[in-house]
């Protein structure tokens, strides 16, 4: 009953707040996805309908239409080559982030362990041209160090030349998008966070705890999403260190 209830609030998440669940895609996917084969049809089912509600809150116009199709895979293994197939005729045009990865890396990871040749070369393709279309490197950052190896063993498993390069080629921009989100990534703990805004604060800090808390939590958050645009991080903490002075 305990983890139908849990997969119950997933899906209420992503309708009340589907801006955060999408943000959360790569935590949350890897959690339903472990149960959606649970013994209990009641756990099964529940698990079921949170995935496809949370899928639903990704907004990449070029994953949405086959997002059907992987869930569909996601439950029946037997269909995983029909949805890598039809993913390999997919054009890619939008820019990439991780709440579309979080639902197409899963399924390529279970393409690479495919013994067919031809499985293997359509996800290399799969994933080249995805990671192309990353223009924020810490997106793919959660993913890469499942990627590189299943690709490696791909180029050498692969005979066809023009595939092995495909292979090749996908697995240097791997490696480049790694050191570049790995130069850029921002550490932050609530605890570093609540700090840090203390600093900024020209209020005492201990009788104004439950407030800093709330501001460090919530940057932490924000940096827990990779969120790298100025914008948000001025809409989101701003407000807060400005009511918390005001307070005072």
Known sequence: QVKAYACGVFSTLAETAPLQVRFLLPAIVPQLTAV??????????????????????????????????VLNAMENPEEVPECIHVLASTTFVQTVESSALALVVPLMLR??????????????????????????????????????????????????????GVAEASLRHLEYLKEQAVATELKGTPELCSKMAAELLTVDAEANKTAIEYIGASAALLIKCHEVEVATWEATIKPLLAAVDADN
């Open 36 to 69: 959606i084969h649970d013994i209990k049809d009641q756990v099964a089912t529940a698990a079921r309908e949170a995935l496809k509600a949370c899928a639903a809150t990704d907004n990449n116009k070029d994953v949405k239409p086959n997002v059907p199709a």
């Open 111 to 164: 393409g690479f362990r495919e013994k067919q040749g031809a499985i293997k070369r359509q996800c290399c393709r799969i994933v080249a041209n995805m990671s192309k279309l990353v223009e924020e490197p810490l997106h793919a950052l959660s993913f890469i160090d499942d990627l590189i190896p299943a690709i490696s063993r791909a180029t050498e498993e692969i005979s066809d030349p023009e595939a092995r």
